[in-house]
């Protein structure tokens, strides 16, 4: 349960705007599009399921968000 609070709280300060050195990008490198918004809805609905059976509803934010095309990894430069 920790660890989707980690996840939700992450997914929260990204579309606030304030990142802190980690932030969810396209894995082909192009600028996040409208899309985004609704895969990281979808995945949070899903890790929030897993979590209820298993503990790491990271790892299951993160295996979602890579099927749909993002990464959760260090952001480029100036964008924080």
Do not use: H
């Not at 349960?1 to 709280?9: F, N, Y």
């Not at 600028?31 to 985004?36: A, C, E, L, V």
């Amino acid at each position: 349960m920790k660890s989707l609070r980690i996840a939700l709280v992450s997914a929260t300060l990204l579309a606030g705007g304030c990142a802190n050195e980690m932030a969810w990008q396209r894995a082909d490198g192009r600028p996040i599009d409208r899309s985004f918004a609704w895969a990281a809805a979808e995945c949070r609905d899903r890790a929030r399921e897993y979590a209820r059976e298993y503990a790491d509803a990271t790892e299951a934010m993160q295996r979602c968000m890579r099927r749909r095309g993002y990464v959760w990894g260090a952001a480029p430069a100036g964008s924080y």
